[in-house]
């Protein structure tokens, strides 16, 4: 305590300082019971200060939104900044039951299982569990699981615009979109030829298309090996040949930001394995940028002899950064010059760098991150197993696409640019450097996975002179193992600067003791100084985050409450909605029994229903509530029937019960004095 009486005094400005503005708290009095609180608490003036520059009051609100994506827990979590509370996790790869999200047959089961839940009741096609997948690559049942990497803000002009967030899937090659007028995730869509995906996602920048590509190369037009056996030998000897990656630009409809195979492309390329990808903007609108690490095409096959494929795929000195101008490729496409494979229009390799859609350019030996700065003019390739960053610049890019500056070409005839010809820089950083966001004064921040560190770096011109680009300015220290960073609004044409959010992969030491598993953990960095500072920790209880975007809150704009009657699937009225529990009815043919039932507080109507053993029984459940918050739920015990309906809301499940006896269903939300009364009988007869 001597120590901290010493830096009472500092204690005292920073307090004063931070809070100034609110001087009726802050008075003498005031100040010398914030010293007494920070005292008693073991506080240092930092530790107090960094206090106030993240507390947000009971009630307050947050001045932006994270988004982080949940890793193999397959969800998205909402996080505000800079208090780092949770505010909701989003389901989108994973059942969620408190959101009733993937129980019941009902709209969210069949968007979980891929199916398309906007323009089809339930079990439309029969079996509202199977799983409808144009590739045919999909497993038979729908997944249960997904591993969220890379979330995509939907975009104006390059900037947020708050209308939807699309998220892949690492295991397999699927994009989930999630509405954020409300919130839920509205289309899971299995894109066709990848087997796995990584690179993006992102959105062009007006969303006319989110880019997914492939992570592990997968076999050549999958399905025309349908039937095919791969050997061993074929995978170790024939891989050149017989594996592909796609790049595939999915449309997406500027009214409802579904997704649409059939005006969507791909792009065929080398099995280079594909890794992080980014669009470009401003001066390099129009392109895309994908990293790859595996030029060898290694294979991996420890037992035959081989190196390992971490081993395999270190080899050469350069790995390939793939410039992909999509404007060109769509009106490759729109000439025709494209094979219908699997519900998806896909350019070949040689049509690819035939018609100057794929160029290579050399990158230092197996990079991770690929980042476009704000304005577009600079690419940051993050060296991962070299200390640098390397920086491209899109005008030497595209001088060197028209003058065709080439070192030569690959075994598959795509043109590789000489590397000193594109690049504009590099920046020795530090151990690992992985990804890259950026500020609004010309600034780059690079997280250093190695290292357990965050970089901040300059760029070249017009943000600064020729001798002061390229430079690292300012390093901090993070706990430990960062992976990916998020700056405020730090990969669109609109960067805040302020904030930084550092996702660690792990938190040794950091917090109290839950068992092996240790929570991960954000740190929040205040990056508005010339220093920058850790402010706080977030450890988060669920699955590993990826890539994350920060928002400003103000432009998300969701809706309270539901317009009566809404189905969320198709964010129209359903033909299902009742007005009031005067419309609440059952109506019976042989085998099935259809109820239009009423959710209001504190009860059901019907609370009774009967059916026989077997009947398909079918429940269109209507909040009629417009009161915000005012959300019930529909359980039915022993069947995996869990819903719930917010405000509004219209939603219809479907089940079979197959004994006879009494079942009581309920609701799950306490919403009011009697929500414990609020339940019904549903008796099932012989
Ligand atoms: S990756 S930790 Cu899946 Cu985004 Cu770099
Ligand atoms: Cu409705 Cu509890």
């Not at 609110?22 to 930092?46: D, F, V, Y």
């Not at 104006?156 to 998220?167: M, S």
């Not at 999958?222 to 796609?246: C, E, F, M, P």
């Not at 450097?433 to 010309?442: A, E, F, S």
Request: glycine share 10%; with cysteine; proline share 6%.
């Amino acid at each position: 305590m001597k120590k901290f009486l010493l830096v009472a005094v500092p204690l005292v400005l920073v307090a004063a300082a931070t809070i100034g503005a609110c001087s009726r708290r802050a008075t003498g009095g005031g100040q010398a019971q914030l010293l007494q609180i920070a005292e008693s608490r073991g506080l240092s003036p930092e530790d107090a200060a960094h206090a106030l520059k993240t507390f947000v009051a009971p009630g307050g609100r947050d001045e932006y939104l994270l988004f982080a994506s949940g890793g193999h827990s397959g969800q998205i979590h909402v996080i505000g900044v800079p208090s780092m509370r949770l505010l909701k996790t989003i389901a989108v790869f994973t059942p969620e039951p408190w959101q009733g999200y993937g129980y019941g047959a009902d709209w969210s089961e069949m968007a979980l299982a891929g199916e398309d839940a906007e323009h089809h009741g339930p079990h439309a096609n029969g079996n509202g569990n199977g799983f409808t997948d144009p590739s045919g690559i999909g497993p038979k049942d729908p997944l249960r699981w997904g591993d969220a990497h890379h979330p995509a803000l939907s975009e104006t002009g390059g900037k947020y615009d708050g209308r939807w967030i699309f998220i892949n899937d690492r295991a397999h090659g699927r994009i989930g979109m999630v509405d954020l007028s409300d919130f839920r995730a509205k289309q899971i869509l299995q894109v066709p030829n990848l087997m796995t995906s990584h690179g993006g996602i992102f959105a062009t920048p007006d969303t006319k298309y989110v880019h997914i590509s492939s992570k592990v190369p997968a076999l050549k037009a999958w399905n025309a090996s349908k039937g095919q056996t791969v050997t061993l030998d074929d995978h170790l000897n024939r891989y050149a040949d017989i594996y592909r990656g796609y790049s595939t630009f999915v449309a997406v409809d500027p009214q409802t930001g579904r997704m649409d195979l059939s005006k969507s492309f791909q792009i065929e390329l080398p099995p280079y394995t594909q890794d992080l990808a980014d669009s470009g903007k401003g001066a390099s609108d129009g392109f895309a940028f994908i990293n790859s690490y595996n030029a060898e095409m290694a294979t991996g096959g420890i037992q035959q002899g081989r190196p390992p494929l971490e081993v395999g795929a270190s080899q050469l000195d350069f790995d390939y950064l793939h410039i992909i101008d999509w404007k060109k490729a769509e009106q490759v496409v729109a000439d025709g010059k494209y094979t219908q494979l699997n519900g998806i229009r896909v350019i070949s390799l040689e049509t690819a760098a035939a018609e100057g859609i794929l160029h290579l350019a050399p990158e230092p030996r197996s990079p991770h991150g690929v980042d476009v700065a704000p304005k577009g003019d600079y690419i940051s390739v993050a060296g991962k197993l070299d200390p640098h960053v390397t920086v491209y610049s899109i005008d030497l890019i595209k001088k060197a696409i028209a003058a065709k500056t080439y070192e030569g070409k690959d075994r598959y005839g795509v043109p590789i640019l000489k590397f000193d010809a594109v690049v504009a820089g590099k920046v020795e950083l530090g151990a690992g450097p992985l990804h890259t966001q950026y500020d609004n004064q010309g600034n780059a921040y690079t997280s250093l996975y190695l290292e357990s560190a965050v970089a901040k770096w300059t760029l070249g011109e017009p943000y600064h002179s020729k001798d002061d680009a390229f430079k690292l300015v300012d390093k901090v220290s993070i706990h430990y193992n960062i992976g990916h960073l998020a700056t405020t609004q730090g990969d669109t044409m609109d960067p805040q600067g302020k904030y930084l959010i550092a996702m660690n992969k792990w938190s040794i030491d950091r917090h109290t003791n839950v068992g092996p598993l240790h929570p991960q953990n954000f740190q929040l960095i205040d990056i508005s100084g010339p220093k920058m500072e850790l402010l706080a920790d977030m450890p988060i209880g669920f699955g590993e985050p990826h890539y994350a975007q920060m928002v400003k809150a103000d432009i998300i704009k969701a809706h309270e409450v539901y317009e009566p009657g809404v189905s969320p699937a198709s964010n129209t009225k359903s033909p299902n909605a009742i007005a009031s529990e005067k419309e609440a009815r059952i109506e019976r043919r042989p085998g099935v029994v259809e109820v239009w039932m009423n959710v209001v507080r504190s009860h059901f109507t019907p609370d009774i229903v009967t059916a026989k053993v077997g009947d398909r029984i079918i429940v269109h459940l209507t909040n009629t509530e417009q009161t915000p918050d005012a959300t019930h739920g529909f359980a039915v015990p022993t069947k995996n029937v869990m819903v719930s309906l917010d405000p509004g809301e219209t939603t219809s499940v479907e089940f079979t019960v197959d004994r006879p006896g009494t079942y009581s269903y309920y609701c799950t939300e306490f919403c009011s004095a009697l929500h414990l009364e609020m339940q019904g009988w549903l008796i099932v007869e012989k």
